[in-house]
T-cell receptor, first 112, second 111 residues
Framework: SQQGEEDPQALSIQEGENATMNCSYKTSINNLQWYRQNSGRGLVHLIL?????REKHSGRLRVTLDTSKKSSSLLITASRAADTASYFC????????????FGGGTRLMVKP | SQTIHQWPATLVQPVGSPLSLECTVE??????LYWYRQAAGRGLQLLFY??????ISSEVPQNLSASRPQDRQFILSSKKLLLSDSGFYLC??????????FGDGTRLSIL
């Protein structure tokens, strides 16, 4: 079963606008990770935020984590056409093997 | 630097035929290894993971099996493919507490 659920499922914006994607989960976690997937390719790790962190930045990416609400958000600022991809959140509950539970993803389209 | 190789990129197989997908990792030792399946437009479903040679854990009952004959080699197999085995299969590796790194995937079509 999928623990993380992304919202919205699809998002279409113009180049230069900001894109916000949300993720909710159900159980306690060690960390939450965001990945990006271009069509037909493997996933690429973007950011890992630990359960004791509230916000993290990497370039144009900003991730927040609210463990009391069991939710996270990914903000992409000043979007570019090259940001068009699917974005997934994944939770690490600290189980054996560092298994991740992935959400269904948000499909982002950035129009030039 | 570490790299992960997964092949083939695409595969078309008849129902009832066997399957063998291979994944190898270079540049690291004793990684955790994972096989996922992804349906079109959906998230990833974990099929198997391995924390060491010969150690395989299965997350869902299915028509597939996995083996880890060497530290950095992970193989996904089936004796007889079903139509429902079609999908996009992804291999990944990680070290403890670190993000996972994915291969480019194999698109499997069953006819």
């Amino acid at each position: 079963s999928q623990q993380g659920e992304e919202d919205p499922q699809a998002l279409s914006i113009q180049e230069g606008e900001n894109a916000t994607m949300n993720c909710s989960y159900k159980t306690s976690i060690n960390n939450l990770q965001w990945y990006r997937q271009n069509s037909g390719r493997g996933l690429v790790h973007l950011i890992l935020i630990r359960s004791n962190e509230r916000e993290k930045h990497s370039g144009r990416l900003r991730v927040t984590l609210d463990t009391s609400k069991k939710s996270s958000s990914l903000l992409i600022t000043a979007s570019r056409a090259a940001d068009t991809a699917s974005y997934f959140c994944a939770t690490d509950a600290g189980n054996a093997g560092n298994m991740l539970t992935f959400g269904g993803g948000t499909r982002l389209m950035v129009k030039p | 630097s570490q790299t992960i190789h997964q092949w083939p990129a695409t595969l078309v197989q008849p129902v009832g035929s066997p399957l063998s997908l291979e994944c190898t990792v270079e540049g690291t030792s004793n990684p955790n290894l994972y096989w996922y399946r992804q349906a079109a437009g959906r998230g990833l479903q974990l099929l198997f993971y391995s924390v060491g040679i010969g150690q395989i854990s299965s997350e869902v009952p299915q028509n597939l099996s996995a083996s880890r004959p060497q530290d950095r080699q992970f193989i996904l197999s089936s004796k007889k493919l079903l139509l429902s085995d079609s999908g996009f299969y992804l291999c990944a590796w990680s070290l403890f507490g670190q993000p996972q790194h994915f291969g480019d995937g194999t698109r499997l079509s069953i006819l």
